[in-house]
């Protein structure tokens, strides 16, 4: 399984950028994707997931009404709009996978394969 993550950069506070996460060697609709980032010194956090269908998603509260997660399953891709970004938004983001579950898991450490992460840097 490989989970390869891209479309981070450098933008300026109110900007935006879109992440996709391509993904190989597993029945990508079959599974829970995930969204999650780490800044310097800090743990990983969930910042978005979304079922392997797409209808049900969640997300972190301080990203709420900016960001927006969506998959598309004939191209085994996730994607992460974000908008409106905020200096606290620096980070490395990593997209995620798990088998899917009732609920979408915020806990990093349920999910078994994990992508290599694109650095997103706010500037203010």
């Known amino acids: 399984v490989q989970l390869q993550a891209s479309g981070g950069g450098l933008v300026q506070t109110g900007g935006s950028l879109r992440l996709s996460c391509a993904a190989s060697g597993l029945i990508f609709g079959g599974y829970l994707m995930g969204w999650f980032r780490q800044a310097p010194g800090k743990g990983r956090e969930f910042v978005a997931g979304?079922?392997?269908?797409?209808?049900?998603?969640d997300y972190a509260d301080s990203v709420k009404g900016r960001f927006i997660i969506s998959r598309n399953n004939a191209e085994k891709t996730v994607y992460l709009q974000m908008t409106s970004l905020k200096p606290e938004d620096t980070a490395v983001y990593y997209c995620?996978?798990?088998?899917?579950?009732?609920?979408?898991?915020?806990?990093?450490?349920?999910?078994?394969?994990w992508g290599q992460g694109t650095q997103v840097t706010v500037s203010s």
């Open positions: 995620a996978a798990v088998r899917p579950a009732k609920y979408i898991y915020t806990q990093a450490s349920i999910y078994k394969y």
């Open positions: 979304i079922n392997g269908s797409g209808v049900r998603k």
